[in-house]
């Protein structure tokens, strides 16, 4: 239970979202706290007076339910356990591993007087039969690894440790919760990554896309962790990986770019990968072609290609985009003519322009970030984010932050 006492956040949202007529679906890559968030919520229920007999809670990759093999059983044994009086609460772990479960949930919500909380580590559990079905009739909860600002009431630092150091840590180690476990101690955690990310290849992607080769995904993992950040389409990189001679598809033929875009929506799927589209400011349109991928934790990153320090723009930028995600934002890449602002942030009613970058200390480097923000016309809020730590807090209107500032802001 203790596992989540710092994710407050993510329990407001349970709390503001129960006993209103919509299934609570709480999505995100396996290991990051969804299970912990469920056991914080019926906590929170029970303290709040609803009695045990009016919580049902079963986690469905437990081999305590290996009976109940499609949605008919799953709905038996539910119901014989619904209570007489008052409302039900149901909260199910995982519920993808029963055969159309779906329909069992959508008669639970009919016949019953219930509130329902799932998990999924995929988003096929949102699928087209799914949302057919519920269409309307469920709110999503993306829950992410910790933030910067998690990590800090996570983990207990000696009182030498200064921010910045704590911020490198979190850039070496990302915000897996289970690795609070393990104490920053490098070989442990790495394999406490590799775990889970065995687990979401070998469940997550493998075991739900027939045919799916394990080889290919992996080339692709690497090649999208190599290019954080970046702009790539399916083609140039089944060119590249071919080029290589990683792989071969037949009889020497490149890999297909349609190849390729399987396998990066099979990772987008399982939360390991999110895609950002293009979005031409002036045009006010979404650009159909190339996107940028980040991923899910620099954890994973690090654990795959070996830490290293080199690439820290994109691995910055990597950070700013999951917390602008954290804050509800939908974030694009933003063209300005010929440059590119790295990200439009928008809400139904604001919207804010960032760049991020290492440092703002050279004149070319200041000339390069400033200038796409400059080419922008309208009065949203333009924010340049930077490790420096100076007084120049504004360049004619355009705000200047420390990137660790915000995160805590």
Not at 260 to 272: D, K, N, P, Q, T
């Amino acid at each position: 239970m203790a596992e989540l006492i710092n994710r407050p956040e993510y329990l407001k949202q349970l709390i503001q979202n129960r006993d209103i007529d919509l299934i609570k679906i709480v999505t995100g890559i396996r290991r990051c706290g969804k299970s912990s968030l469920l056991d914080l919520f019926h906590g929170y229920l029970t303290e709040n007076g609803v009695p045990d007999s009016n919580i049902i809670h079963m986690n469905l990759e437990s081999l305590k339910y290996r009976d109940l093999n499609n949605y008919l059983e799953f709905y038996d044994y539910v119901s014989e356990r619904i209570a007489k009086d008052g409302k039900t609460y149901l909260i199910f772990d995982e519920p993808q591993t029963i055969e159309h479960w779906e329909k069992a949930i959508e008669s639970f919500r009919l016949d019953y007087d219930v509130d329902i909380y799932i998990t999924g580590s995929n988003a096929y559990l949102l699928s087209s039969e799914f949302s057919t079905l519920l269409s309307g009739r469920y709110v999503e909860i993306p829950m992410l690894p910790l933030s910067f600002k998690e990590f800090l009431t996570f983990y207990s630092f000696e009182t030498a440790v200064t921010l910045e150091e704590k911020f490198q840590k979190y850039l070496q180690f990302g915000g897996m919760p289970i690795l609070r476990e393990y104490r920053f101690n490098e070989a442990r955690s790495n394999q406490a990554l590799e775990g889970i990310y065995s687990t979401v290849v070998l469940k997550d992607i493998l075991q739900r896309n027939k045919g799916a080769e394990q080889n290919t995904l992996q080339k692709i993992v690497m090649f999208l962790c190599s290019n954080i950040g970046s702009i790539t389409s399916p083609n140039s990189i089944g060119n590249f990986l071919s080029s290589e001679g990683n792989i071969q598809t037949g009889k020497g033929k490149n890999i297909a770019g349609k190849t390729v875009e399987r396998y990066i929506s099979m990772l987008h799927s399982a939360f390991v990968f999110y895609p950002v589209s293009r979005y031409d400011i002036k045009g006010k349109q979404l650009l159909k072609t190339l996107e940028k991928n980040y991923i899910i934790d620099l954890g994973f990153r690090n654990m795959l290609l070996g830490y290293r320090d080199a690439d820290r723009g994109h691995i910055l930028e990597n950070i700013v985009f999951l917390e602008l995600i954290r804050r509800d934002y939908r974030v694009y890449i933003g063209k300005v003519g010929e440059t590119e602002v790295d990200f439009v942030a928008e809400k139904p009613n604001d919207k804010i322009y960032i760049q991020v970058t290492e440092s703002m200390q050279s004149e070319e480097t200041r000339q390069r970030e400033l200038r796409p923000l400059n080419m922008i016309r309208d009065n949203y809020e333009k924010i340049i984010l930077s490790m420096d730590r100076n007084y120049i807090t504004s360049y004619n209107g355009i705000k200047s932050l420390n990137l660790i500032d915000w995160l805590l802001s």
